[in-house]
């Protein structure tokens, strides 16, 4: 299957590192122009060599992420699909629940709801008035059952992920704008996640492998590969659904 995304421009958060990176790379290898959005500014600088237009700002703020939405439509004119990579544990892992504080809820919610919400409404306004539109949120298997990583937060930010996921398809489909979701299963795609890796210990390492049917970890190149698909023409009948990449799970 060819996937052409020639003449469209598509948003990635979260775009700096990871599967937001690997997400990028995807789309502007099937030919899209790209406007890649994160907190890291420093992050995104090498982009900017491969003709990718960066914009940086904390996404979970709305009036900048709204002012961000509204630079991108400026510059490039049109806005063909967002995907929202931007979220991750912040830096946290598990920890009993009377541990954790209010600055550490909040921070995990605003980076995988606020963010995803915000670019949301900043950008449908455009993708009505086209006609068509793809936005492709990147949940977790965290967002379907407990979360391996044993942070509340996540699993309940997840949670709350995929019900906007499914409430945006319902309310933005007669505009012609498709809204799913990709489910990663555990990727080493980062410090973070690499951090979480090693915080589990060789047991429980070996546990969650053998858990997978595949036997691997994903990969980030697994997940922009789903991610442009329903991006694409191919996926114009699919809306509302949240697709597992996860290697399979016994």
Not at 65 to 90: Q, Y
Not at 202 to 223: F, T, V, W, Y
Request: net charge negative; glycine share 14%.
């Amino acid at each position: 299957m060819k996937i052409d995304l020639t003449g469209k421009v598509f948003a990635v958060t979260g775009a700096a590192q990871g599967i937001g990176a690997a997400i990028l790379s995807e789309l502007r290898a099937a030919g899209a122009t790209v406007a890649a959005m994160d907190i890291d500014a420093a992050g995104l600088a090498p982009l900017e060599a491969e003709g990718v237009t960066l914009h940086s700002g904390d996404l979970g703020n709305r009036e900048t992420t709204l002012a961000l939405c509204a630079e991108i439509l400026e510059r490039h004119g049109r806005i063909d699909g967002l995907v929202t990579s931007a979220g991750g544990v912040r830096g946290q892992v598990g920890r009993p629940l009377e541990e954790i504080g209010e600055a550490d809820w909040q921070a995990i919610f605003q980076a995988n709801v606020d963010a995803a919400m915000w670019c949301a409404q900043g950008f449908a306004p455009a993708m009505k008035a086209a006609g068509s539109g793809r936005i492709v949120t990147i949940s977790s298997g965290a967002g379907l059952k407990p979360s391996l990583t044993g942070i509340q937060a996540y699993a309940a930010a997840k949670h709350a992920l995929v019900g906007l996921t499914k409430q945006l398809a319902l309310e933005l489909g007669p505009q012609g704008i498709t809204v799913n979701s990709v489910a990663p299963g555990f990727v080493l795609s980062n410090p973070s996640t690499e951090k979480q890796w090693d915080a589990f210990g060789p047991e429980r390492q070996k546990q969650i492998i053998g858990g997978i049917h595949m036997r691997r970890l994903g990969r980030a190149q697994d997940i922009a590969d789903a991610v442009t698909f329903l991006c694409s023409d191919r996926a114009s009948w699919i809306t509302g659904q949240i697709l597992s990449v996860d290697g399979g799970h016994a």
